[in-house]
Structure formats: structure tokens, C-alpha cells
T-cell receptor, first 117, second 112 residues
Framework: GAVVSQHPSRVICKSGTSVKIECRSLDFQATTMFWYRQFPKQSLMLMATSNEGSKATYEQGVEKDKFLINHASLTLSTLTVTSAHPEDSSFYIC?????????????FGPGTRLTVT | GENVEQHPSTLSVQEGDSAVIKCTYSDSASNYFPWYKQELGKRPQLIIDIRSNVGEKKDQRIAVTLNKTAKHFSLHITETQPEDSAVYFCAASLFGNEKLTFGTGTRLTIIP
């Protein structure tokens, strides 16, 4: 149980284009999903908290107009990197929290490696 | 906000020996402390967690201890095996806030 999928696993795009990344909880409902960014050999940096049916909460320094987050259902959240630039190249990972029993456990997706050329 | 420090950044241990990774946190309101294992290019995997109402938790070769007074918690891996080689992250969560603040990670290498 507690499986989170992410799609695509790798994507290469040109500067100026937009890329959408999907995060799905496969066997549980997730009222809250989180989006992280991880640079090589570094820790996970929280970008935003995505709540089903409401606007995402962005961390300080993260541009909400550049990183669009939509949490349309209890099993799906999407991150769209708009007008991508080479500095947006990174490993993007989502996580989902099980929506029951006050549980804190977060389960991570396999990540999406974005390369902007 | 919460700040989590993790040490050491790298750790090499002979197979069969024990490994200890330590983390400190800044906010005394934090009450949930998970540990994640991340292999190269893969997702972080939750390996053990502890809540503030207990001081120690064990799961086979892995244990976590928590000292709320000192605001530090540690991961202990006994009888290490080559497959334990990975990057380990500690994290802390503020009470009533689901956000995890991660430590900087420890690259553990088990020497056969």
C-alpha cells in the first residue's frame, strides 16, 4: 500500500516551453500533496503544499506563477513549470499524505528529472 | 521556521558494524520525526519514524532515539549490510503543520 506514482520520469524540453508533471496516489486518498525540488547531492527543498480543492501554499522564494499547482482530486496533483529555463533543470519529487487517522506519514513519488535545454 | 541539522554528511562503516546518524532541530513544537533512505536516482523511502510521546523505537536492525529536552534524534543501524549504502535524510514536522523540514542528508557507505 501507499504507492505514489509520478509521470513522466524524465523530460527534456526547450527554453520557453511549459512542462506538466503528474503525481498520483494509487491506493489511497491524499488530501495533501507536497512538491519538492532536489539538486544533485542535496536535500529536498519544499516548493509548495497542494490541498485538494483549494489553492496551493507556496514556500518563500518559490514563484507561484512559474510553478503552477493544481490538486483537482484526492488522488492527483499536477505541477506545471511554465516558461522553463535551464536553471529550472532539477529533480522534482512529489509526496502524498494519507488522509486518515491523523497520520503524518508521507510517501514519495519516484521523481521527475527535468532538463531544460 | 524549523531548522534541522544533520551529521555527519558522509559516513563509511565496515560491514557488520553499527552506524549512527544524528539530527538536531530548532523548534520545540515539532512532534514527528521520520527518517528516509534514498538510493541514487530513486525516491526517498520512509524507513522509520518516531513521535514525541516516545523516546525510542526499533524495527529489526534500525532504531531511532529522541531526546526532546536536547532537541535531537538519532538513527541507529546495527549489523550493517552493503544494501544499507544510501543517503539518509532526517526530517521534522511542526505540530499541526504537515510540512516536513529535511536535514541535509548523510551518505552512508558500507565497506564489504
Amino acid at each position: 500500500g501507499a504507492v505514489v506514482s509520478q509521470h513522466p520520469s524524465r523530460v527534456i524540453c526547450k527554453s520557453g516551453t511549459s512542462v506538466k508533471i503528474e503525481c498520483r496516489s494509487l491506493d489511497f486518498q491524499a488530501t495533501t500533496m507536497f512538491w519538492y525540488r532536489q539538486f544533485p547531492k542535496q536535500s529536498l527543498m519544499l516548493m509548495a503544499t497542494s490541498n485538494e480543492g483549494s489553492k496551493a501554499t507556496y514556500e518563500q522564494g518559490v514563484e507561484k506563477d512559474k510553478f503552477l499547482i493544481n490538486h483537482a482530486s484526492l488522488t492527483l496533483s499536477t505541477l506545471t513549470v511554465t516558461s522553463a529555463h535551464p536553471e529550472d533543470s532539477s529533480f522534482y519529487i512529489c509526496s502524498a499524505r494519507i488522509a486518515s487517522g491523523g497520520a503524518h506519514e508521507q510517501y514519495f513519488g519516484p521523481g521527475t528529472r527535468l532538463t531544460v535545454t | 521556521g524549523e531548522n534541522v541539522e544533520q551529521h555527519p554528511s558522509t559516513l563509511s562503516v565496515q560491514e557488520g558494524d553499527s552506524a549512527v546518524i544524528k539530527c538536531t532541530y530548532s523548534d520545540s513544537a515539532s512532534n514527528y520525526f521520520p527518517w528516509y533512505k534514498q538510493e541514487l536516482g530513486k525516491r526517498p523511502q520512509l524507513i522509520i519514524d518516531i513521535r514525541s510521546n516516545v523516546g525510542e523505537k526499533k524495527d529489526q536492525r534500525i532504531a531511532v532515539t529522541l531526546n526532546k529536552t536536547a532537541k535531537h534524534f538519532s538513527l541507529h543501524i546495527t549489523e550493517t549490510q552493503p544494501e544499507d549504502s544510501a543517503v539518509y535524510f532526517c526530517a521534522a514536522s511542526l505540530f499541526g503543520n504537515e510540512k516536513l523540514t529535511f536535514g541535509t542528508g548523510t551518505r552512508l557507505t558500507i565497506i564489504p
